[in-house]
């Protein structure tokens, strides 16, 4: 990203002014005294650091936003929030921020594609990331889905190795993606890896080590001519060996 922000300078000949939140992201996750906003307890502190963000918990974007509004003041905001998608135009959060703001995709009728299409017809390619990605954002967001969080762990390891270090230090984690920890994540996904090599395909056939026919591997039609039990065993068995739990 920071060499995307670099390529848009050169192209426009303006400079970037970038402003942060006054404590890093990991002080708020790990670090912050989060205190009771109502209850018995209110105004005690309840517990350390936020935890991965959420649907109904998103402190992260409130981090954003103000740094945005005490970097910006009284500025105006030109977002870039496209024609598909101008429900996001009367969001509470951005009815309530300072400054005036516009939307010029909106007003041009400029969808999320036509956006991205106009963006890479003149280089700008974020380092490639919308090759596995339909959109970019923060890559330990838990609002992406299941399956750009399995390209995220193949295709980035030492990102999805950041997520877990992290999701290791949480204090009270109560999850990642729903009620999921980005641990609970990587089991599931290295199950799945074990499961997939043992249905690997063949010319339109399936080589299974748990034929219905007999004991030894054999070649089937279909992964359903498996015989589940067996196959089931067999899984356990392999993920048992490597410290994995089914």
């Given at each position: 990203m920071y060499d995307h922000w670099h390529d848009v300078e050169e192209y426009t000949g303006r400079k970037i002014t970038v402003v942060k939140p006054k404590k890093p992201f990991l002080h708020w996750m790990?670090?912050?005294?989060?205190v009771a906003r109502k209850?018995?307890?209110?105004?005690?502190?309840?517990?350390?650091?936020?935890?991965?963000?959420?649907?109904?918990?998103?402190?992260?974007?409130?981090?954003?936003v103000d740094a945005l509004d005490k970097g910006a003041k009284d500025a105006s905001h030109y977002v870039g929030i496209a024609a598909d998608e101008v429900?996001?135009?009367?969001?509470?959060?951005?009815?309530?921020r300072s400054g005036e703001r516009l939307y010029p995709l909106v007003d041009w009728g400029v969808t999320e594609a036509d956006a991205l299409a106009y963006c890479l017809e003149r280089g700008f390619t974020w380092g490639g990331l919308y090759d596995h990605f339909k959109r970019v954002s923060c890559f330990c967001c838990p609002l992406q889905g299941l399956d750009e969080l399995r390209v995220l762990?193949?295709?980035?390891?030492?990102l999805w190795a950041q997520m877990l270090e992290w999701d290791r230090a949480i204090p009270e984690n109560t999850g990642f993606h729903h009620y999921d920890t980005v641990?609970?994540?990587?089991?599931?996904f290295a199950r799945e890896e074990e499961i997939e090599k043992?249905?690997?395909?063949?010319?339109?056939?399936?080589?299974?080590?748990?034929?219905?026919?007999?004991?030894?591997?054999?070649?089937?039609?279909?992964?359903?001519d498996c015989d589940p039990e067996r196959a089931e065993k067999?899984?356990?068995?392999?993920?048992?060996?490597k410290g994995l739990v089914w």
């Open positions: 790990l670090r912050q005294e989060v209850g018995p307890h209110k105004g005690e502190v309840h517990r350390i650091g936020n935890g991965w963000p959420s649907p109904l918990r998103r402190w992260c974007t409130r981090q954003k429900h996001r135009t009367n969001s509470v959060s951005s009815n309530k762990r193949r295709e980035f390891p030492g641990e609970d994540l990587e089991q599931r043992c249905q690997m395909e063949t010319d339109d056939r399936v080589t299974c080590p748990f034929w219905r026919a007999g004991d030894e591997p054999g070649r089937v039609e279909s992964i359903h067999h899984v356990r068995k392999i993920l048992n060996e």
